[in-house]
């Protein structure tokens, strides 16, 4: 669990600090919920 923390962490902040980059990265149905989605996956 420890490493999950850790990965979840970072994960989280590049998503919210960049959107624009989240959704070309292939999340463009998710732009919506980006941080949510991409939160959920990387878990």
Same mark, same amino acid.
């Given at each position: 669990?420890?490493?999950?923390? @850790? ?15 989240? @959704? ?6 998710? *732009?919506? @919920? @980006?941080?949510? *989605? ?6």
């Amino acid at each position: 669990m420890q490493h999950a923390s @850790t990965s979840t962490k970072p994960f989280y902040v590049k998503t919210v600090g960049p959107p624009t980059m989240a @959704t070309m990265s292939g999340k463009s149905e998710q *732009s919506s @919920t @980006t941080e949510s *989605s991409g939160w959920h996956e990387s878990i």
